[in-house]
């Protein structure tokens, strides 16, 4: 059960988080913030001695599912991990998920994301493909999009996927900057045309979203962990077209910018919100856009948790959220819960 369109009615501190939980996200503001250098880059070979990594597990399960990696373009570093689960032989629905990190972070192998896709693929019992796009500030807007979509087409138009997968019960996943790839992806193939592959629905965790002018969440939680407002200000600069500003489309995605998507087919969205993200109010609006524009959405919130969450197991609000999910995959895939 999720505290759905709840709202604290006083303002609530980090602080009231667990121990555990507080020391890992000041560990991971910590390594972000000594990765990043005014010039608009990134300390990458410093960031590989703090961003440990968990290797594929095609034979041996961990925590009852197998993982492999494909190559989809060496030349850009294009590749997926593939979580199956070793439970069940049904055939399984496929979620396409994207990692966050501000577009400049992280990967598949991470060890967080590589624990969050096993988890998925075990508590949803779907086949998981999680992706490795190129990174910011190397890479700009829209080379991560443009990743994002050609893994799409790779798995159409490729048999490379266990035969325990059904391509036409396909999900999109991301959260935070993932979740801002996902909505750009959905919006690409609701605009084109697929062979075998059919998205059934979009689950969006904690976009990550800007614009010029700041929320009221934004204004009363500057300091946020992971999203503070200096952290993401570098972000956008880093990510979008050079003389770009953060109403641009690909920030600001229901802002002035915003692109027309009522004519096109997009999947049903799960949106995820939480009561200590200053992201809170743009992610609502992201919710209320769609409404605006014909597409079904619902909007799960949960007042006393941070940004990310969901990626610290030890939070009562991360149980929620997979139950959540495997709730919506299995309704739309016509499966009774």
């Known amino acids: 059960m999720s505290l759905s369109d709840t709202k604290p009615d006083q303002p609530l501190s980090s602080s009231k988080l667990p121990l555990k939980t507080r020391i890992s996200i000041t560990l991971l503001s910590a390594m972000t913030d000594a990765c990043r250098r005014d010039n608009g880059t990134i300390n990458r070979r410093f960031l590989k001695l703090l961003d440990f990594r968990s290797p594929p597990s095609p034979v041996s399960p961990i ?24 439970s069940t032989t049904d055939k399984l629905p496929v979620i396409i998920f994207f990692h966050g990190g501000g577009f400049a972070f992280l990967s598949p192998d991470s060890k967080a994301y590589d624990a969050v896709c096993r988890r998925f693929s075990r508590r949803v019992s779907a086949l998981v493909v999680s992706v490795n796009y190129r990174l910011t500030p190397e890479h700009r807007y829209p080379s991560q999009y443009d990743d994002g979509f050609d893994v799409l087409r790779f798995l159409d138009e490729n048999t490379i996927l266990p035969e325990s997968a059904d391509l036409t019960r396909c999900f999109l996943a991301g959260d935070s900057a ?44 500057p300091e946020s962990p992971i999203v503070s407002t200096k952290r993401t200000d570098w972000l956008w600069k880093v990510f979008l077209p050079e003389g770009s500003d953060r109403d641009h489309e690909a920030s600001n995605v229901s802002g002035p910018n915003a692109a ?9 969205t799960l949106v995820f919100v939480a009561g200590l993200d200053p992201l809170q109010d743009r992610q609502r609006g992201y919710y209320e856009w769609l409404k605006r524009m014909g597409k079904e959405a619902r909007l799960v919130e949960y007042p006393r948790t941070i940004h990310a969450f969901y990626v610290f197991p030890e939070l009562p609000e991360s149980s929620l959220l997979f139950t959540e999910v495997d709730e919506f995959i299995n309704k739309e895939c016509g499966h009774a819960t």
């Open 63 to 86: 925590s009852g599912v197998t993982s492999s990696d494909v190559v989809v373009d060496s030349s850009r570093n294009l590749w997926f991990r593939i979580f199956t689960p070793t």
């Open 178 to 221: 993932g979740a801002n790839l996902a909505h750009q992806v959905a919006v690409r193939a609701g605009r084109s045309e697929f062979r075998n592959m059919k998205l059934k629905g979009l689950v969006s965790i904690q976009p990550f979203f800007g614009g010029e002018e700041r929320t009221g969440s934004e204004l009363r939680m």
């Open 260 to 268: 027309d998507i009522s004519g096109i087919e997009y999947p049903k």
